[in-house]
T-cell receptor
Framework: GQNIDQPTEMTATEGAIVQINCTYQ??????LFWYQQHAGEAPTFLSY????GLEEKGRFSSFLSRSKGYSYLLLKELQMKDSASYLC??????????????FGTGTRLKVLA | DVKVTQSSRYLVKRTGEKVFLECVQD?????MFWYRQDPGLGLRLIYF???????EKGDIPEGYSVSREKKERFSLILESASTNQTSMYLC?????????????????FGAGTRLSVL
């Protein structure tokens, strides 16, 4: 079956570093995405991994290990505005050449002053 | 900037009503998606479309239908709304087919429609 697991909730302090893990089991794989979603707003794209390794973009980094079905999102120098839900999503190709995204339930991050 | 616009932010309907949720994107994207988002269940795919008049069922298509007559517009239809369809509905679009590894085909989301069925 298709399954993506991430912790439900995490809490961290302003200025700290936090790592949000995501494990997946899907029938196919064509990339892993991280999205940020503030309460009441649309998800917005944060990062994309399709090859193993670390992708860095400013304060945010994302890591992928395809053999382990594992990814993490690393947030450095946390700010209050980083309080949001973080969604892990795997792109799963169809045989027709199209694809769909499978989302985890999201990790709600609270940043405390 | 990519813009995905959903026609309503909040909608209240009665059981049995026919409901139309509209989504328009302005980036000439081939793919469009409808999700619903519920607490503890995350985003679940209802339907998606990879071309005009083409559609594929997602994970939870029961009770829904879709229409894509023009490339920029993707409509979600609840033929006879029920209380268990009370949810947040999110539309998304992305470009092209899943190409080579460099092809991100990022999904861009609309702001969502919070539908309450009474």
């Amino acid at each position: 079956g298709q399954n993506i697991d991430q912790p439900t909730e995490m809490t961290a302090t302003e200025g700290a570093i936090v790592q949000i893990n995501c494990t997946y089991q899907t029938s196919g794989f064509n990339g892993l995405f991280w999205y940020q979603q503030h309460a009441g707003e649309a998800p917005t794209f944060l990062s994309y991994n399709v090859l193993d390794g670390l992708e860095e973009k400013g304060r945010f980094s994302s890591f992928l290990s395809r053999s382990k079905g594992y990814s993490y999102l690393l947030l450095k120098e946390l700010q209050m505005k980083d309080s949001a839900s973080y969604l892990c999503a795997v792109r799963d190709p169809f045989t027709s050449g199209t694809y769909k995204y499978i989302f985890g339930t999201g990790t709600r991050l609270k940043v405390l002053a | 900037d990519v813009k995905v616009t959903q026609s309503s932010r909040y909608l209240v309907k009665r059981t049995g009503e026919k409901v139309f949720l509209e989504c328009v994107q302005d980036m000439d994207h081939e793919n469009m998606f409808w999700y619903r988002q519920d607490p503890g269940l995350g985003l679940r795919l209802i339907y998606f479309s990879y071309d005009v008049k083409m559609k594929e069922k997602g994970d939870i298509p029961e009770g829904y239908s879709v229409s894509r007559e023009k490339k920029e517009r993707f409509s979600l239809i609840l033929e006879s709304a029920s209380t268990n369809q009370t949810s947040m509905y999110l539309c998304a679009s992305s470009s092209g087919l899943a190409g080579g590894r460099e092809s991100k085909n990022i999904q861009y989301f609309g702001a969502g429609t919070r539908l309450s069925v009474l």
